[in-house]
């Protein structure tokens, strides 16, 4: 089964910017029809989708982020990337990947993957 | 952009049943899934499309959507139940098309 995992930087100072990657096994990311997601959720906080990149590299973000977010594919690495620029102490969180399912009445989440946390602090 | 509504917080004794409420405007008109999230964990989808289980998941987990609210009823509650819970829906017409509620604590007296 597809299974996600993300890493990069744990440690990011203010107004730089945050790159994440998602690593994508058990299938490959061209597959089907799927969006990718990140999904992030601040400590004690609830979950906020920053946006979603398909394999052919177009993509759709949360308008509140929209002016700092990029998200991109590597098809030859199977992995999905994530850059949130001018980062300030409000974008620490635990940032998720996850993939879509659903039809054209809805899509949820599954799988998702560990997330990873990211600090931001000089 | 739409709005989902959630308790902060639900209380149930072991064996009873436990009601996760998600308001909305008019959202029996869409698609209502449901995430559990332990403690330091993913979430991980309950119920999917307002009633549909994933394989693996107890028949206890039922999910209902009518009207301005959806519902997620976890029948004979156990200790392992206490998690939080997240309703949401994809709200096509929107630039904004991904919507989470606030979540719901759910504790297991």
Same mark, same amino acid.
């Given at each position: 089964?597809?299974?996600?995992?993300?890493?990069?930087?744990?440690?990011? *100072?203010?107004?730089? @910017?945050? &790159?994440?990657?998602? $690593?994508?096994?058990?299938? %490959?990311? +061209?597959?089907?029809?799927?969006?990718?997601?990140?999904?992030?959720?601040?400590?004690?906080?609830?979950?906020?989708?920053?946006?979603?990149?398909?394999?052919?590299?177009?993509?759709?973000?949360?308008?509140?982020? *929209?002016?700092?977010? @990029?998200? &991109?594919?590597?098809? $030859?690495?199977?992995?999905? %990337?994530? +850059?949130?620029?001018?980062?300030?102490?409000?974008?620490?969180?635990?940032?998720?990947?996850?993939?879509?399912?659903?039809?054209?009445?809805?899509?949820?989440?599954?799988?998702?993957?560990?997330?990873?946390?990211?600090?931001?602090?000089? | 952009?739409?709005?989902?509504?959630?308790?902060?917080?639900?209380?149930?004794?072991?064996?009873?049943?436990?009601?996760?409420?998600?308001?909305?405007?008019?959202?029996?008109?869409?698609?209502?899934?449901?995430?559990?999230?332990?403690?330091?964990?993913?979430?991980?989808?309950?119920?999917?499309?307002?009633?549909?289980?994933?394989?693996?998941?107890?028949?206890?987990?039922?999910?209902?959507?009518?009207?301005?609210?959806?519902?997620?009823?976890?029948?004979?509650?156990?200790?392992?139940?206490?998690?939080?819970?997240?309703?949401?829906?994809?709200?096509?017409?929107?630039?904004?098309?991904?919507?989470?509620?606030?979540?719901?604590?759910?504790?297991?007296?």
């Amino acid at each position: 089964q597809v299974q996600l995992q993300e890493s990069g930087p744990g440690l990011v *100072k203010p107004s730089q @910017t945050l &790159s994440l990657t998602c $690593s994508v096994s058990g299938g %490959s990311i +061209n597959s089907g029809t799927y969006s990718w997601n990140w999904i992030r959720q601040p400590a004690g906080k609830g979950l906020e989708w920053i946006g979603r990149v398909y394999a052919s590299g177009s993509s759709n973000y949360n308008p509140s982020l *929209k002016s700092r977010v @990029t998200m &991109s594919v590597d098809t $030859s690495k199977n992995q999905l %990337s994530l +850059n949130l620029s001018s980062v300030t102490a409000a974008d620490a969180a635990v940032y998720y990947c996850a993939r879509d399912i659903g039809t054209a009445m809805g899509y949820w989440f599954d799988p998702w993957g560990q997330g990873t946390l990211v600090i931001v602090s000089s | 952009s739409y709005v989902l509504t959630q308790p902060p917080s639900v209380s149930v004794a072991p064996g009873q049943t436990a009601r996760i409420t998600c308001g909305g405007n008019n959202i029996g008109s869409k698609s209502v899934h449901w995430y559990l999230q332990r403690p330091g964990q993913a979430p991980a989808v309950v119920v999917y499309d307002d009633s549909d289980r994933p394989s693996g998941i107890p028949e206890r987990f039922s999910g209902s959507n009518s009207g301005n609210t959806a519902t997620l009823t976890i029948s004979r509650v156990e200790a392992g139940d206490e998690a939080d819970y997240y309703c949401q829906v994809w709200d096509s017409r929107s630039d904004h098309p991904v919507v989470f509620g606030g979540g719901t604590k759910l504790t297991v007296l």
